[in-house]
């Protein structure tokens, strides 16, 4: 059974500072992806991460995928309080979504002023 | 608006009885998927289809759960005889899927089931 661990699960943090958040899984997939969720409302795509190295950039957030070690990453840098959300990793075993994507619990992230 | 929208929002109804939720896709989308999320937990798949096809529904929680798609178009999610257990968000998402290319998938706001 396919497991999709983040960690940390709860992140306070203060503005202005980077952190990273950790996305493991415990099967072989080349494909990982990172969402977004703000309270109530349903899941914006961050990034598309497709083969080992893969490094993707948008404003202060940047997500890496690293297949030989399961492991995807996403920094968060000098933050700032709009940037409060979940955030999930999702992983496509199947080569294109034909089994769905398999979600982690997610990273709940606060930035205090 | 040309996101997946989905109907109805929120959704209470009564343990025993059944409901149907509705999602329509983005228009040129092939492939529309099925998630259920429950609170402090990431969304947990259910059933997709490629145009008509319902090509996956193993991973429907029970066979009080069942889904439709029946011109490729719209699909509707109904659970029969509702439960407790059942109260959650429930999320369409579709994609647009041409062969081996990779596109992601773009979630509807969900529909907010709660069974008393």
């Known amino acids: 059974e396919l497991k999709v661990e983040q960690n940390p699960l709860f992140l306070s943090m203060q503005e202005g500072k980077n952190y990273t958040i950790y996305c493991n899984y415990s099967t072989t997939s080349d494909r990982l992806y990172w969402y977004r969720q703000d309270p109530g409302k349903s899941l914006e795509s961050l990034f598309v991460l497709l083969s080992n190295g893969a490094v993707k950039q948008e404003g202060r957030l940047m997500a890496s995928l690293d297949t030989k070690a399961r492991l995807s990453t996403l920094h968060i840098t000098a933050a700032v309080h709009d940037l409060s959300a979940t955030y999930f990793c999702?992983?496509?075993?199947?080569?294109?979504?034909?089994?769905?994507?398999?979600f982690g619990k997610g990273t709940h992230l606060i930035i205090q002023p | 608006d040309t996101g997946v929208s989905q109907n109805p929002r929120h959704k209470i109804t009564k343990r025993g009885q059944n409901v149907t939720f509705r999602c329509d896709p983005i228009?040129?989308?092939?492939?529309l998927y099925w998630y259920r999320q429950t609170l402090g937990q990431g969304p947990e798949f259910l059933t997709y289809f490629q145009n008509e096809a319902q090509l996956e529904k193993s991973r429907l929680l029970s066979d009080r759960f069942s889904a439709e798609r029946p011109k490729g178009s719209f699909s509707t999610l109904e659970i029969q005889r509702t439960e407790q257990g059942d109260s959650a968000m429930y999320l369409c998402a579709s994609q647009y899927q041409p062969g081996t290319a990779v596109y992601e998938q773009y979630f509807g706001p969900g529909t907010r089931l709660t069974v008393t």
């Open positions: 228009s040129e989308h092939n492939r």
């Open positions: 999702a992983v496509d075993t199947s080569g294109g979504g034909a089994d769905g994507l398999t």
